[in-house]
């Protein structure tokens, strides 16, 4: 029996991805040439690690904690700065990247969102990321994202200096409602959601009897967080259906990334399971997404993104 042709392109906010996966931030993203590899490795589009207007050396280790059901990291946005990166990766010695990039940006104030969005004005910036729910770095991340005035002021100046700049929020779960600072976002002119970051977690070590990580508080991700993520994936589509989201949270299968596509999102981020499957994930993920449509008899990724919703 001659099987659907599956089409998994889809589109983000005018964006055109070959396939649904993004490599999720902070995974792989600190050189060009790793991001080269996750695009070899089959993924849509990649997402750099959140870059600050200074570079940033991170928190000594330990970083990062592995349990039966994930991770816990606080690795203190480690990374170059804004323009170091974007020098390496736009320069004249450019890794030539054929997939979108997704820039993810970091700031301490709305201001300084502002002065990095100024700078990105001098880049091919194709999409990018605004990092409000990063769970541990002081000053940083949740302080803004779990206000929505802040939320409206950071994502108003940088929209207004990227008037045409596709232009995703990542949210985190750890809010009083993600749904008022999602629509703060929308408000200021975000174009879409990155749902959801890590959550705000802490490991103690028994014998030590002291927290594993340098910085007491990090952020869990992994399979544990899924439930939670697909749950704000689905209450985002339910109340702003035509906004475009990356679901991220968990995503170790196809089976996740179908969970999360039928919860609305229209993209789907691949974290910290590449450091248990590596870049293979990708087409092992890919392959069975591609299965399941055709048994299904759907013809293309975007006929079951949001279907968990219609009666
Ligand atoms: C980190 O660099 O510590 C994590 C970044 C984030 O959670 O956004």
Redesign the pocket.
């Known amino acids: 029996m001659g099987g659907l042709c599956v089409d998994l392109r889809v589109e983000l906010a005018g964006i055109r991805l070959r396939n649904p996966l993004v490599l999720a ?2 995974i792989l993203g600190t050189t060009p040439s790793l991001l080269k590899r996750v695009e070899k490795a089959g993924a849509g589009a990649v997402t750099t690690k ?1 870059l600050t207007l200074r570079p940033r050396p ?1 928190y000594p280790n330990p970083v990062i904690v592995e349990l039966d059901f994930g991770f816990v ?6 990374n170059p700065g804004v323009d170091c990166f974007l020098n390496e990766l736009y320069g004249e010695r450019k890794v030539e990247i054929g997939i979108p990039v997704i820039i993810s940006v ?1 700031g301490a104030s709305a201001e300084e969102f502002s002065i990095i969005s100024s700078k990105l004005r001098k880049y091919p910036v194709e999409v990018v990321e605004l ?1 409000l ?5 002081k000053g940083h ?1 949740l302080e803004l994202g779990s206000d929505p005035e802040a939320v409206y002021e950071v994502v108003s100046n940088v929209r207004s200096n990227l008037p045409h700049t596709p232009l995703f929020v990542k949210l985190s779960a750890n809010v009083a409602s993600v749904l008022d600072i999602a629509e703060a976002a929308l408000r200021a002119g975000a174009s879409g959601f990155v749902a959801v ?2 959550l705000r977690a802490t490991v103690i070590d028994i014998y030590a009897k002291k927290p594993v990580l340098s910085n007491v508080y990090g ?1 869990l991700s992994g399979p544990a967080i899924r439930p939670v993520a697909v749950r704000v994936v689905y209450e985002l589509y339910e109340n702003f259906p035509r906004v475009p989201i990356i679901g991220v949270g968990g995503v170790d299968s196809w089976r996740a990334a179908v969970e999360f596509l039928l919860a609305g999102a229209s993209a789907i981020g691949v974290g910290s399971v590449i450091a248990r499957k590596d870049l293979a994930v990708f087409s092992e993920i890919l392959k069975g997404l591609k299965t399941y449509l055709e048994a299904e008899g759907y013809e293309r990724v975007g006929d079951i993104v949001g279907l968990a919703h219609k009666d």
């Open positions: 931030s902070g959140t991170g990291n606080a690795m203190g946005l480690p970091g990092n729910s990063c769970p541990h770095v991340g970051n890590t952020g």
